[in-house]
């Protein structure tokens, strides 16, 4: 008896290690395909027709999706809906209990069906498309640890469709609407169910809701009126240009518009989970922003900034305005982020951009580095400056954007990219704090400033030459205040030291 169990054991565990190894794939409908790898299950749709195919509607009871049938379900860490898909079908996700991760490809999702992620409860991250116009009732009811939600504008929220989630954390567009009990949490008690109200930080709030009806929707008084009466953080409000520098004060002015310029510009300073802030990035973010505009002859239209930036705005709002901007093959791109990096310590410290919803202990959740510069390469843009006054070394203290372990290093091969990064892998990117700026955006910006008051060209090989050169004076003369760090310039084209704007 303990032979056959023990040869068993041994069966199912190499049938199990087969699986994960071995590529399963199959249809739902004759153009909606679907793969799983072991860990990630990816459906995308094949009808070139329509970029609006449904994935069915499940029951989990007579009707179950083909992962179920597989009996694979409870293998999905993962789960990426790639284009052309417009429903994810009523519980087509639902008891996966392994399930980490949604990732949507696309903006064409509009609709998410009843109870379609029910009972997933280690699902901990999903950044709605900004297309979303339906949750419905329970989509995400018990999933437990999924703790912060940003509902897009428009969107039509069901009933208890994230009852008995332990959120920590609502963002709710003011446009949205929210049925009963939308984020209420479920206790039997006695053989009666009890409803407690939600009570956590209210960063935004649907029209209508107030203190008198606030239970209607599953949200206690006290956090209704600490976001009405301004108790929570406004960050639109306030002050973060404190300390005044040189390089706020005397910015030159182009002569001609350079309509061929986008930019991208992303100041991350203040973190959901109790993360250090990044000093001075959202100031760093919006005299850049300044700089683009005024110096750089960047039109307004031709620019898009964020404070704060979460997961969603990067992945879909941010990528969204660049992916609906026309013939980029002819148009130049600069992209600047100041904010916290941070190495994956379980997978080869693999570098990753921090949104502000995602915890810095968690870094897989974040923006993967290598990915971040492969999408924006995938835009086709001429020629793209990516500036980076962020390190991914780790921990955060107070006068760093990172510190601790470093990060596995990043090479760009892209030849229409060059990237300039405030520090090495395994340096800080630091504040210089006399001048109420990162020390390497400030002399970023120092050097603009002087080329551009002088009406000359900034020609990427200067400016990369001049960022390190000024670093390591400053680093000098601070006697061992500030830490070593070295700016680092790199690009897949040798002539990018000829590049200029």
Known sequence: MKRSLFIFLV??????????????????DKYIQWSFDGQTLTIYNTNQKTNSMKIPDYNNTSKFAPWFKKQIANNIERVVIQKGISRIGSCAFADCKNLTEVIFH???VTEIGWGAFMNCKNLRTISFPITLASIETIAFANCTSLSAIQIPAHCKVGEQAFVSCDIKSLDINPTATIGSYAFAKEEEIDGNIHHFLYNGEILKLANGINTRNCHEYGLAFEAVDNFLNGQNRSYKNADYDLISSDIDIDIPVAYSVQNDIYALIIGNQNYYWGQASVPSAIHDAHVFATYCSQ????????????DDATKMMINEEAFDWLENISDRTNKRLIVYYAGHGVPDLKKKNEAYLLPTDVRGSSPRFGIRLNDFYARIGELGFSKTAIFMDACFSGGFDGSTRGAGVAAEDVEVQNPSIVVFSA????????LYPEQGHGLFTYYLLKDIQ??????????????SDNIRTYVQSTIDESHSRLQQQTPNTQSGDESWRDWSF
Do not use: H
């Open 11 to 28: 069966f199912s565990m190499c049938a199990m290690v087969a699986m994960a190894q071995k590529r399963i794939e199959g249809t739902i």
């Open 106 to 108: 696309d903006k064409m």
């Open 295 to 306: 110096s750089l002859g960047v039109p307004a239209a031709n620019i898009k900034a964020y």
């Open 423 to 430: 520090a090495q892998g395994n340096e800080e990117s630091q």
């Open 450 to 463: 002087t080329k551009k008051q002088n009406n000359n060209p900034v020609f990427f090989g200067d400016l």
